[in-house]
C-alpha cells in the first residue's frame, strides 16, 4: 500500500504528526486507564512511610469499553506507588482478598530470600484471606516496582512503583518528579494468550 502525501507536506513531517498525535492520544489513554481505582483520581496513589496495609482483591475496570475485572491493590489500577528511604526498615501487612493465592514480588530489590515473594522458593505464598507480613531493611536507593508471581495476576494488573529515596539528600535539583510506568491490557484471559504464545 503506498501513501499519499498533500504536496505541502513532507513525509518526514507526516509521520512527525502521526508520532505526535499518538502520543496525544496515549496521554488521553493514560488519563482513561488511571479512572479504573474507584476514587476516579489521575493516576495511583502514593503511600509514604515504613508500614503499610495492602489489600489485594477484584476491582472491576473499563479500559477498552468492556467490563471486566483486574486484579488491584486497594483497589487501584496500577496499584499505590510506594515511596520508601534508604536505610530504613519497611514492613507491609499484604492481606490475600482474592479466590486464589498470591504474592507480592519486590522487584531489583536486596532483601532476605523468604522476603523476595516467589511462591515455590522459600515463600509459599498467600492463601486466599490470609494476611502475610513482608519486613525487611531498605538496603539501596532508587526506582523498582513490585508486582504477583502468582499466576497471571500481574497481568491483570497486580503491579506497582516503588521509590527508595537516598540516605543523604538529593545532589539533583528539581522543580518537579514524575513516575512512568508503563504496561499492557488485554480483554482476553492471560492464560490463553500464553497457551498461544506457547503453540510454536
Not at 43 to 55: A, E, K, T, V
Not at 75 to 93: K, N
Amino acid at each position: 500500500m503506498k501513501l499519499l502525501y498533500p504536496p505541502s507536506i513532507s513525509r518526514r513531517h507526516f509521520v512527525t504528526g502521526i508520532a505526535a498525535g499518538s502520543a496525544f492520544l496515549g496521554l488521553g489513554l493514560a488519563s482513561t486507564l488511571s479512572l479504573a481505582s474507584p476514587s476516579n483520581r489521575l493516576g495511583p496513589s502514593m503511600l509514604r512511610g515504613n508500614q503499610f496495609d495492602l489489600n489485594i482483591g477484584y476491582q472491576p475496570v473499563n479500559f477498552t469499553g468492556k467490563d471486566r475485572m483486574a486484579t488491584a491493590v486497594n483497589g487501584s489500577v496500577p496499584a499505590p506507588i510506594l515511596r520508601w528511604r534508604e536505610g530504613e526498615r519497611v514492613t507491609l501487612r499484604v492481606k490475600n482478598n482474592l479466590a486464589k493465592d498470591s504474592s507480592l514480588h519486590w522487584h531489583g530489590l536486596i532483601l532476605p530470600a523468604e522476603m523476595d515473594g516467589v511462591p515455590g522458593l522459600s515463600f509459599d505464598g498467600i492463601k486466599p484471606g490470609e494476611t502475610f507480613e513482608y519486613q525487611f531493611d531498605v538496603n539501596q536507593s532508587g526506582t523498582y516496582w513490585y508486582h504477583s508471581h502468582s499466576g497471571f495476576q500481574e497481568q491483570t494488573g497486580l503491579y506497582g512503583a516503588i521509590i527508595i529515596d537516598p540516605r543523604d539528600p538529593d545532589p539533583v535539583s528539581y522543580d518537579r518528579e514524575y513516575v512512568v510506568m508503563l504496561s499492557d491490557w488485554s480483554d482476553e484471559d492471560p492464560h490463553a494468550i500464553y497457551k498461544r504464545l506457547k503453540k510454536a
